[in-house]
């Protein structure tokens, strides 16, 4: 079965240095999502991604953080200047289409500590 | 937005027990998903079931959307059952997932 693909597992940053994490779609997906968990709390929604566009993005979603799919394939989140807080486990999410009746697939996670 | 709420927020039973997760939306949904979280935090898809009941070897699970809420069974626990178990639902016109705040289970020997 086709899964979502995420690099590196564990990423370990000094405050205040940027952060690349990788996403590998499922191949025929259009829509592409990161999520964060904190340690200890529940899955938020960070940004929503169809078209070459961001589609929807939360609170949590400021100018620190940028989305790009660079070639068919990647889905990458960037955190310019991370801080303490941005310690978390980062997860990508693709799905096939627009249409209520289709579920979200999830990546294994990226766990990023900012030291 | 909506409102996701989980029952009980934990949860310890006896290997071999039966137990039932309750999920409450706040309003009406197009899409949910029940996913187990393990200990090393992977979320793993257990059921996509906007309405309905779906049963997978010793879990099964069931929504009505009417009522706002939804249920996941577990039959016979295993130790490997242990972990947190999340809801989540698309409401309205959007496409993402909101999440509920998860029941966290333990089975024990």
């Known amino acids: 079965e086709p899964e979502v693909t995420q690099t590196p597992s564990h990423q370990v940053t000094q405050m205040g240095q940027e952060v690349i994490l990788r996403c590998v779609p499922i191949s025929n997906h259009l829509y592409f999502y990161w999520y964060r968990q904190i340690l200890g709390q529940k899955v938020e929604f960070l940004v929503s991604f169809y078209n070459n566009e961001i589609s929807e993005k939360s609170e949590i979603f400021d100018d620190q953080f940028s989305v790009e799919r660079p070639d068919g394939s990647n889905f990458t989140l960037k955190i310019r200047s991370t801080k303490l807080e941005d310690s978390a486990m980062y997860f990508c999410a693709s799905r096939s289409r627009s249409s209520y009746n289709s579920p979200l697939h999830f990546g294994n996670g990226t766990r990023l500590t900012v030291t | 937005g909506i409102q996701v709420e989980q029952s009980p927020p934990d949860l310890i039973l006896q290997e071999g027990a039966n137990s039932t997760l309750r999920c409450n939306f706040s309003d009406s949904v197009n899409n949910l998903q029940w996913f187990h979280q393990n200990p090393w935090g992977q979320l793993i898809n257990l059921f996509y079931?906007?309405?309905g009941t779906k049963q997978n070897g010793r879990l099964s699970a069931t929504t009505v959307a009417t009522e706002r809420y939804s249920l996941l069974y577990i039959s016979s626990s295993q130790t490997t059952d242990s972990g947190v178990y999340f809801c989540a639902v698309v409401s309205g016109g959007g496409n993402k997932l909101t999440f509920g705040t998860g029941t966290q289970l333990k089975v024990e020997l």
């Open positions: 079931i906007p309405s």
